[in-house]
Every structure is written in structure tokens, then in C-alpha cells.
């Protein structure tokens, strides 16, 4: 079970940092609908929900690609249970 479980999460950090590899950033949208001009006063205003921007680092791919290598490696080096 351990083996299967290390094996999963290395190939899914290798995935990972390869899509930190062909994505420049990533754009979370908002799901709120923008609520209706609700003004409380006449210099306040309800704030509008904002899209949130991923952008990963420089050294974020290779990193993920190389500790998910390690981790498979790893995964094979476990004894299986009989």
C-alpha cells in the first residue's frame, strides 16, 4: 500500500511541475455573480469580487519534476507485501 501511494504522489508532482512548466499563470475566476451597486453611504461602496492570479516561480517546475522523480525512484526501491 505505502509503495502505491508514494508512486501516486510522485507522478502527480511530476505532472505538476511540468504544467508549471507550459503555464505562465493561471486565472481563478470568481463564481459570485457581481452583487447589485449596494452604496451604504455615499463614499462607501460594496467591494467587487476580483479574479485570482497564480503565477509560479521560476525554480517551481523543476523542482516538482525532480523531487517526483526522486519520489518514484523511491516507490520502486519499497519492498511489495506478499
Not at 469580487?49 to 523531487?67: G, V
Amino acid at each position: 500500500m505505502w509503495r502505491s501511494i508514494f508512486l501516486a504522489t510522485g507522478i502527480v508532482l511530476c505532472i505538476l511541475g511540468a504544467e508549471c512548466l507550459i503555464l505562465e499563470k493561471a486565472v481563478l475566476a470568481n463564481d459570485n455573480p457581481p452583487p447589485a451597486q449596494q452604496t451604504t453611504s455615499l463614499f462607501l461602496t460594496a467591494p467587487t469580487p476580483t479574479n485570482r492570479e497564480i503565477k509560479p516561480p521560476e525554480w517551481a517546475p523543476w523542482t516538482l519534476m525532480s523531487c517526483g522523480a526522486v519520489v518514484i525512484l523511491y516507490s520502486y526501491s519499497i519492498k511489495r507485501q506478499q
